[in-house]
């Protein structure tokens, strides 16, 4: 069983977030504070997750809009107080048009801060002995500028940076920081992927590897271990060679 009490998770229509709710439901937490931008998938999600016994509540909502994702999270502490908050709401750019562009900022970059910065000050007027925790979804895409999805990749290593950074700052205030860099995990965003996947993962198996790591407040949450060491040792290689080996990567199509 989790030792959390109410979990609230952004994104969760699909992917790790849907997996994630339905792990912590299978785990028989009290309650969880569900969002996602599909009505009809949310639904069904919820449903799923109220065959378990847990309370389950599910909101509309589109995480780029601030006022309505802060009003949403007071909403959901005013019902049960929050111990963890997934900012896991994100989409793929696909084409790299400028709406696309500014759109993937939007979610996956906002979308977060949206999402952390009112969790945090209701965090910090929690008491003291109030379990509380935050996890932020980047991407391995994130250790590197990646010539297959530059606004993706950005976008997650401004949101990797961000919690890294956060961890050390929040700590002192008793809030836990975790960062998850998945790598192609199954969901609506890597089922329109036409490049190859190495490595690839069902979201419920990547589900499982966050919800044990976070149990134990880890700081960077990254796998496999394989992708890991690839992208990680790209990220400290001489321009001359990561460029070299970047260039040749299969684009999408």
Known sequence: MSKFNHILITGATSGIGEALALYYASQKVK??????RNQER?????????EFGCQVSAQQLDVADAA???QWIEECNAQMPLNLVFANAGVATLE???NNVRNTFEINVMGVVNTVLPTIDLFKQAPSEHLKQIVITSSVAGYHGMPTCPSYSASKACVKAWGESLRLLL???????SVVCPGFVRSRITDKNTCPMPFFMEADQAARIIAERVEKNVGLIAFPWPMRFMVWLGS???NCISDFIYERL???V
């Open 31 to 36: 309650r969880l504070s569900l969002c996602g």
């Open 42 to 50: 949310l639904e069904k999600i919820a449903t799923r997750c109220l």
């Open 68 to 70: 309505a994702t802060k």
């Open 96 to 98: 790299e048009t400028s």
């Open 171 to 177: 700590k002192k205030f008793g809030i836990g920081v």
């Open 236 to 238: 400290i290689l001489p």
């Open 250 to 252: 299969p684009f999408k």
